[in-house]
């Protein structure tokens, strides 16, 4: 059986990826919510990076693509950068 993060723990990832921005590249400094799908999709195809931001840019596509990119925009204006 698999363990899940507790319920703070999945909403700390979600703050942090609301506010997580692209550090290289030709978006360097943009939200990564704020990329364009298409780059995403590339990503995928090319592989993401490993690590943190590749995780995270995987987890910003399933959200671009399943059109919840409302939701970010909500987390990053009620919830600080912690």
Do not use: C
Request: hydrophobic share 40%; proline share 6%; charged share 25%.
């Amino acid at each position: 059986m698999t363990d899940f993060p507790s319920k703070e723990a999945q909403q700390k990832l979600l703050i942090e990826l609301a506010h997580a921005k692209m550090p290289f590249g030709k978006y360097k400094g943009k939200y990564l919510v704020n990329l364009p799908e298409f780059y995403l999709i590339w990503y995928r195809q090319k592989g993401f990076p490993k690590g943190k931001i590749g995780q995270q840019l995987a987890q910003m596509l399933d959200i671009k693509i399943n059109g919840l990119e409302p939701i970010i925009y909500n987390i990053q204006r009620k919830f600080e950068k912690r």
